[in-house]
T-cell receptor, first 112, second 115 residues
Framework: NAGVTQTPKFQVLKTGQSMTLQCAQDMNHNSMYWYRQDPGMGLRLIYYSASEGTTDKGEVPNGYNVSRLNKREFSLRLESAAPSQTSVYFC???????????FGQGTRLTVV | KQEVTQIPAALSVPEGENLVLNCSFTDSAIYNLQWFRQDPGKGLTSLLLIQSSQREQTSGRLNASLDKSSGRSTLYIAASQPGDSATYLCAVRTILTSGTYKYIFGTGTRLKVLA
């Protein structure tokens, strides 16, 4: 049982380049989330998807787009990367409201 | 707006000591609270989930308590070991206007257990 799988694990981008971070879960969860983690700031929600076919903005959505491709997969896209987007990105999924959240191993992104 | 605070930010203890990590939140309207462990360069591993109607949960040497009315949770680690060294994060689950839920995280307590 893989849980939540993120790819890639590491990425270096030049300013202005684009890329897509992939996330897949195999727990049949309805809700999926993208967070970024920065030193001293904790985890902040970028976008979330309550169910297949729906997406909503979180606290820090600017510069990002998302796609809920199907129930399993939720991708995060940086259209034009900026140094301020250097961070560690985590994908998470949950089932019903009283269930645990499960996190992927993270993608460490550096924008130079 | 929900805010989650963890004190202390860092803690260093000798092996074998019992210790308490604190988490406080400003809005008591939560569904549950979850404690996570994060090792350097790794993802978050769930340790304990406490529902809003529960007072505590136990797993092995870990015990988490929840006092929703006062906005506090504690994670108690018994007989600490060097392998417990990690950052411990708490997160409260709150409802969004869309009817779904999100987690608000504290900034964590970085624990080091000395052999």
């Amino acid at each position: 049982n893989a849980g939540v799988t993120q790819t890639p694990k590491f990425q270096v981008l030049k300013t202005g380049q684009s890329m897509t971070l992939q996330c897949a879960q195999d727990m049949n969860h309805n809700s999926m989330y993208w967070y970024r983690q920065d030193p001293g700031m904790g985890l902040r929600l970028i976008y979330y998807s309550a169910s297949e076919g729906t997406t909503d903005k979180g606290e820090v959505p600017n510069g990002y787009n998302v796609s809920r491709l199907n129930k399993r997969e939720f991708s995060l896209r940086l259209e034009s990367a900026a140094p301020s987007q250097t961070s560690v990105y985590f994908c998470a999924s949950t089932g019903g409201r009283n269930t645990e959240a499960f996190f992927g191993q993270g993608t460490r992104l550096t924008v130079v | 707006k929900q805010e989650v605070t963890q004190i202390p930010a860092a803690l260093s203890v000798p092996e074998g000591e019992n210790l308490v990590l604190n988490c406080s939140f400003t809005d008591s309207a939560i569904y549950n609270l979850q404690w996570f462990r994060q090792d350097p360069g790794k993802g978050l591993t769930s340790l304990l989930l406490i529902q809003s109607s529960q007072r505590e949960q136990t797993s092995g040497r870990l015990n988490a308590s929840l006092d929703k009315s006062s906005g506090r949770s504690t994670l108690y680690i018994a007989a600490s070991q060097p392998g417990d060294s990690a950052t411990y994060l708490c997160a409260v689950r709150t409802i969004l206007t869309s009817g779904t839920y999100k987690y608000i995280f504290g900034t964590g307590t970085r624990l080091k257990v000395l052999a």
